[in-house]
């Protein structure tokens, strides 16, 4: 098990930027594949990016590429999500997910990660 705490979310204006940060308890970080979700009011927990553990390849929902960007910092054990030109369709609560040690794939559902944030606020209104 590992213990995630993201970091970052707040209040942006259309177009601007945010970085999120994910921070991972324990030592097994490098052999998992990272992820970022987002829930919005009412609606259900969606996929937004991925980053693999092994390749370091990431994966990224329609609707973020382009504007979005994840990485990885196996070293401080950290996951970032650059978030630029956001949208008001952007806000929700955004989470950050790990997998299983050493699972390979892409994994874009929930039910692929095993441990999970308690989730960070971002809004984008004027």
């Known amino acids: 098990q590992v213990h995630l705490v993201e970091s970052g979310g707040g209040l942006v204006q259309p177009g601007g930027s945010l970085r999120l940060s994910c921070a991972a308890s324990?030592?097994?970080?490098?052999?998992?594949?990272m992820g970022w979700f987002r829930q919005a009011p009412g609606k259900e927990r969606e996929f937004v990016a991925t980053?693999?553990?092994?390749?370091?390849?990431?994966y990224y929902q329609d609707s973020i590429k382009g504007r979005f960007t994840i990485s990885r910092d196996n070293t401080k054990s950290t996951e970032y999500l650059q978030m630029d030109n956001l949208k008001p369709e952007d806000t929700a609560v955004y989470y950050c997910?790990?997998?299983?040690?050493?699972?390979?794939?892409?994994?874009?559902?929930?039910?692929?990660?095993?441990?999970w944030g308690q989730g960070t606020q971002v809004t984008v209104s004027i």
């Open positions: 997910a790990a997998g299983p040690p050493y699972r390979i794939g892409v994994l874009t559902s929930t039910q692929e990660y095993s441990d």
């Open positions: 324990g030592r097994t970080f490098s052999t998992r594949t």
């Open positions: 980053i693999a553990w092994d390749t370091n390849n990431t």
